[in-house]
């Protein structure tokens, strides 16, 4: 399948700092999709993106696709320890064939605030 | 329902039993999914329903994992002969449409063989 390398892996921060994470891959997507899970919890969609050079915002958050369709990226302003959980990026490939095998998660970024 | 609700939360089983693990998906949501997730690690696709059409299992890793959906409603995933591997948080998705539609996650169920 697809690969999305995400980075960082995880990142130690402190309240107030500001919050940046990316995804890319060698391969075109269609859609960029930025989730946060929170322990025991399944995936909650944050923003999802469907064009090229789109920014989008929702709340303290921002997300951008790419203007290569090949990366993506997620900012979290002034932290806040609500904030921690893991960061996952998933993207519909241009060229999957349209099946759902073609969504394709990175491995995540672990955010970790420090008061 | 609200969303998507699975059982067990929890499910420790011993290597070789089958286990079988459950997701309601949100009600009206033709599509449904399993995934898996291994310790720190990203989502693996295993399985996708959607409507009547027969179901994509090109993410199934073995002919021990199988899976089952009553219409448009609950979905059953089975696991045969557990192995250690297995171990896992099974996540289960649904959307109003298709792949193309936004995926609502249930909680999943925690599955340690022992």
């Known amino acids: 399948g697809q690969q999305l390398n995400q980075s960082p892996q995880s990142m130690f921060i402190q309240e107030g700092e500001d919050v940046s994470m990316n995804c890319t891959s060698s391969?075109?997507?269609?859609?960029w999709l930025w989730y946060k899970q929170e322990p025991g919890e399944g995936p909650v969609l944050l923003i999802a993106?469907?064009?090229?050079?789109e920014l989008t915002s929702n709340g303290r958050l921002t997300a951008q696709f790419g203007i290569t369709r090949k990366d993506s990226f997620l900012n979290i302003s002034a932290s806040i320890p609500s904030d921690v959980g893991i960061y996952f990026c998933a993207g519909q490939p241009m060229y999957s064939g349209g099946g759902a095998d073609g969504l394709t998660f990175g491995k995540g970024t672990h955010l970790i605030i420090q008061p | 329902g609200a969303g998507v609700s699975q059982s067990p939360s929890n499910k420790v089983t011993e290597k070789g039993k089958d286990v079988e693990l459950r997701c309601d998906p949100i009600?009206?949501?033709?599509?449904l999914y399993w995934y898996r997730q291994r310790l720190g690690q990203g989502l693996e696709f295993l399985i996708y329903?959607?409507?009547?059409?027969?179901?994509?299992k090109s993410g199934l890793p073995s002919d021990r994992f199988s899976a089952e959906r009553t219409g448009e409603s609950v979905s059953t995933l089975t696991i045969q002969r557990t192995q250690q591997e297995d171990s896992a948080v099974y996540l289960c998705?649904?959307?109003?449409?298709?792949?193309?539609?936004?995926?609502?996650f249930g909680p999943g169920t925690r599955l340690t063989v022992l």
């Open positions: 009600s009206g949501h033709t599509a």
């Open positions: 329903f959607q409507g009547n059409s027969a179901p994509d």
């Open positions: 993106l469907y064009k090229a050079g």
């Open positions: 998705a649904s959307s109003f449409t298709g792949v193309a539609d936004t995926q609502y």
């Open positions: 391969s075109i997507f269609n859609t």
